[in-house]
Nanobody, 119 residues
Framework: VQLQASGGGSVQAGGSLRVSCAAS????????MGWFRQAPGKEREFVAA???????YYADSVKGRFTISRDNVKNTVYLQMNSLKPEDTAVHSC??????????????WGQGTQVTVSS
């Protein structure tokens, strides 16, 4: 599966952005999907994930502010980001895998989209 992320940009603190990750192929619904992010000088960290059945999981730092969803007809996973904070600034990347547990080791990653939040 090939992944293409889009929708990043610059916003002021408190604002909202939605990033998308479009997948190629006909087996999108068989993949768990996740979003990760990496800020300059920091390690990549988990943000949110959604299972094949639609169960969702979030990092504590984004819980209540971010929402992950998927559209199996459009082969796309979304990350709606509200109440953005400067510490959310990072390159956000999507990943696909057979289960959420193995997303970090998946060979299927999108190229990443920059999200910048100014104070």
């Amino acid at each position: 599966v090939q992944l293409q992320a889009s929708g990043g940009g610059s916003v002021q603190a408190g604002g909202s952005l939605r990033v998308s990750c479009a997948a190629s192929g006909r087996t999108f619904s068989s993949y768990a999907m996740g979003w990760f992010r990496q800020a300059p000088g920091k390690e990549r960290e988990f943000v949110a994930a959604i299972s094949r059945s639609g169960s969702t999981y979030y990092a504590d730092s984004v819980k209540g502010r971010f929402t992950i969803s998927r559209d199996n007809v459009k082969n796309t996973v979304y990350l709606q980001m509200n109440s953005l904070k400067p510490e959310d600034t990072a390159v956000h990347s999507c990943a696909a895998g057979p289960s959420i547990a193995v997303l970090t080791s998946s060979p299927y990653w999108g190229q990443g989209t920059q999200v910048t939040v100014s104070s």
